[in-house]
Nanobody, 112 residues
Framework: QVQVVESGGGLVQPGGSLRLSCAASGSMFSIYGIDWYRQAPGRQREWVAG???????NYRDSVKGRFAISRDNVKNTVYLQMNSLKPEDTAVYYC??????WGQGTQVTVSS
């Protein structure tokens, strides 16, 4: 069973950038689609972006043009490059495989 661990969160000013990583253990990482979700305080968890095993990507409208998801199957890692960050991007970010494995989350705070 694959397991995933997120990293790369932190505090950044509006307009800044962060790159989140989702590192997977276990075999056959390349067959999994991976999604990023986020949950802000007092709000429901929402889907942010996804990448299929074949590398096709998709994004929620509010992050299109600012976020980019990519994967490195050699390093068993999926990345979420986040640019032009806004305070409303503040949340705990989670990655999940399409087999149902979830990480513990990484906090992203966008504030001046």
């Amino acid at each position: 069973q694959v397991q995933v661990v997120e990293s790369g969160g932190g505090l950044v000013q509006p307009g800044g950038s962060l790159r989140l990583s989702c590192a997977a253990s276990g075999s056959m990482f390349s067959i999994y689609g991976i999604d990023w979700y986020r949950q802000a305080p007092g709000r429901q968890r929402e889907w942010v972006a996804g990448i299929t095993s074949g590398g096709m990507t998709n994004y929620r409208d509010s992050v299109k043009g600012r976020f980019a998801i990519s994967r490195d199957n050699v390093k068993n890692t999926v990345y979420l490059q986040m640019n032009s960050l806004k305070p409303e991007d503040t949340a705990v970010y989670y990655c999940a495989t399409d087999s149902g494995a979830w990480g513990q989350g990484t906090q992203v705070t966008v504030s001046s």
